[in-house]
C-alpha cells in the first residue's frame, strides 16, 4: 500500500508542478526537464487544461541564453527574483552548497526544485508590480545562479545583501544597496 500511496502522490505532484509550468507559459522542455513527463503527454495535459482565449500562450524555439539583461537593464527584477530563488531554497546561500559532495553540480531540474521554482517565481509575480522576468528567464536565472560560471551571488560585507555580479569580471561592483565591498565568494568555497 505504502509504495502505492507514495506512488500516487509522486504523480499528483508531477501533474501539479506540470499545469502551474503551463500556466506560467515555460516551454515544452522546461516543463519534461523538471517533471520528467514525455512531451506528448505534456501536449495532451496542454490540450486538456488550456482552454483557448484563456490567455496562456505556448512558446516556441530555443530558452534564454544571455545573461547581460540581468546585469544591466533588468538588474532590479533580477535582484528582487534571486532573492525569491534563495529564499524558496532553488539556489543556495553559498556557491558551495550547490555541489553534491564529490563536486559535481547538484542537478538543478527535478520535481521538488520544479515546487520551489513555481513558489519562488510566484511570489517574484506578486511582490515585484510590473514584473518584467518571464518564467523561462526565471528558470534560465536559477540555472545560471546554481552555475555559477557566468554570473554568480556575492554578498556584501555590510549589509550582507546578496548582489548579482558577473563571474568575469575584473573588478568586483560595490553592493547596490549600500555601495560597501563584496564579498569574492569565488575564495569561500572548499572548492575552489
Ligand atoms: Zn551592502
Not at 53 to 80: C, E, I, N, T
Not at 87 to 99: I, T, Y
Not at 127 to 134: F, L, T, Y
Not at 136 to 143: M, T, W, Y
Request: proline share 7%; net charge positive; hydrophobic share 40%.
Amino acid at each position: 500500500m505504502r509504495v502505492t500511496d507514495d506512488r500516487y502522490n509522486r504523480d499528483r505532484l508531477r501533474l501539479e508542478i506540470a499545469l502551474r509550468l503551463i500556466g506560467h507559459e515555460a516551454r515544452t522542455q522546461t516543463i519534461r526537464r523538471w517533471t520528467g513527463l514525455s512531451d506528448d503527454r505534456i501536449r495532451k495535459l496542454v490540450r486538456s487544461y488550456i482552454r483557448p482565449g484563456a490567455g496562456v500562450r505556448r512558446h516556441r524555439g530555443k530558452s534564454p541564453q544571455q545573461v547581460g539583461f540581468f546585469l544591466r537593464g533588468g538588474s532590479d527584477d533580477a535582484h528582487a527574483l534571486a532573492a525569491m530563488l534563495l529564499l524558496f531554497g532553488v539556489v543556495p546561500p553559498r556557491p558551495a552548497a550547490a555541489r553534491t559532495p564529490d563536486g559535481a553540480p547538484s542537478p538543478l531540474p527535478s520535481l521538488a526544485r520544479g515546487r520551489q521554482m513555481c513558489e519562488a517565481y510566484e511570489t517574484y509575480r506578486r511582490v515585484v508590480p510590473q514584473a518584467r522576468i518571464d518564467f523561462e528567464h526565471a528558470v534560465f536565472l536559477a540555472i545560471a545562479l546554481n552555475a555559477a560560471d557566468q554570473i554568480r551571488l556575492r554578498w556584501c560585507h555590510s549589509c550582507d545583501a546578496a548582489n548579482i555580479t558577473e563571474h568575469s569580471a575584473l573588478r568586483v561592483p560595490p553592493c547596490r544597496a549600500c555601495g560597501a565591498a563584496l564579498r569574492d565568494t569565488v575564495t569561500m568555497g572548499p572548492d575552489h
